[in-house]
């Protein structure tokens, strides 16, 4: 508070919203929207965590964001949250009612009702949000009055989604549907179909690579690739998360990264992965840190690079930071 004056300061984030991406490139490729609503559904299981459902998710609040050539999408307007009291992304506790809030046109029919809301209320307003990245329009239109009472009676309209691939139809359904109780009842449960469907759309390439990422915990201990055993966890990335391990054929320890499902399900991302991966190894210099390689077995798909153990440069030095 400043001068009897209340304020709150954010992140400010330069970009466009999804809306008018769509609107200003027309549909996305199922792939594409696939990949932003595999982003927008991390979120929401973030949100969950804290307790919170958005209530307002909608394309016009998520923000596409370049972030060194890669689409990041970052889902904004938590103004009309609400905290959930025992909620978690392992439950679907409802939340008190009270009245419609939000947007009609990506609303949950319990939204559209005044009733009690809960995580699943923002997972069909995701499945709404896929039906407009996919077709370029949300699934029913007319006036408020109209849409909200399509949301409650009327089936999603599967014409606009005919000639997509089938899982990607499928999925909108499974969000949209009527009932909570007849939807993914967690957004990690979203995340697991996404990644699924997307497996189906890129081909049998990206599948393998899928298939390959590990499913199973990972912990200091864990043996991956027959040689590398887990010693620490250094943290998580965009990418995957990052290790200190023991390389068992030589004596040394390495750095590695055991890349996410939702990175491999990427072709383009990891093909230029690949090829930076080749060339940093055909012009090693003593200054730049190793790069072991690439490899990709039953357990996971790793880089493995040299370990730099100690404090970056500014740190031990007092300099201001890069």
């Not at 139809?169 to 909570?180: G, I, N, S, W």
Request: aromatic share 6%; glycine share 10%.
């Amino acid at each position: 508070m400043y001068q009897d004056h209340c304020f709150y300061v954010m992140e400010f984030v330069d970009g466009e919203t999804v809306e008018a991406h769509v609107s200003r490139r027309g549909p996305l490729p199922p792939a594409e929207a696939l990949r932003l609503a595999l982003q927008v559904a991390r979120a929401l299981a973030a949100a969950a965590k804290k307790q919170l459902v958005h209530r307002d998710l909608k394309p016009a609040n998520l923000m596409l964001v370049d972030q060194e050539g890669e689409p990041v999408v970052k889902v904004i307007d938590f103004g009309l949250a609400k905290g959930v009291a025992g909620q978690s992304d392992e439950s679907s506790r409802p939340t008190v009612g009270g009245g419609f809030i939000g947007t009609p046109y990506y609303a949950s029919p319990e939204q559209v009702e005044g009733s009690e809301v809960d995580t699943r209320s923002d997972l069909y307003s995701l499945g709404a949000t896929l039906h407009f990245l996919l077709t370029g329009r949300p699934p029913f239109s007319g006036s408020a009055g109209q849409v909200m009472s399509q949301h409650l009676y009327k089936p999603v309209p599967m014409g606009a989604l005919a000639g997509l691939p089938g899982c990607v139809a499928e999925l909108v359904q499974r969000l949209m549907e009527k009932d909570p109780r007849q939807r993914p009842q967690t957004a990690r449960a979203v995340q697991e179909a996404l990644l699924e469907c997307l497996e189906q759309v890129c081909g049998p390439a990206t599948a393998v690579e899928l298939a390959s990422a590990p499913k199973g915990p990972l912990s200091p201990g864990v043996l991956l690739t027959q040689h590398y055993r887990l010693l620490e966890e250094l943290g998580d990335s965009p990418q995957g998360r990052q290790f200190l391990a023991e390389d068992l054929r030589q004596p040394r320890r390495v750095n590695l990264l055991v890349l996410s499902r939702e990175f491999a399900s990427d072709g383009l991302r990891l093909a230029a992965l690949k090829d930076a991966v080749g060339r940093v190894q055909e012009a090693p210099h003593r200054r730049l840190r190793e790069v072991y390689g690439l490899e990709t077995a039953r357990e996971g798909s790793v880089l493995a690079e040299e370990y730099a153990g100690g404090h970056p440069y500014w740190r031990c030095c007092g300099t201001a930071g890069p």
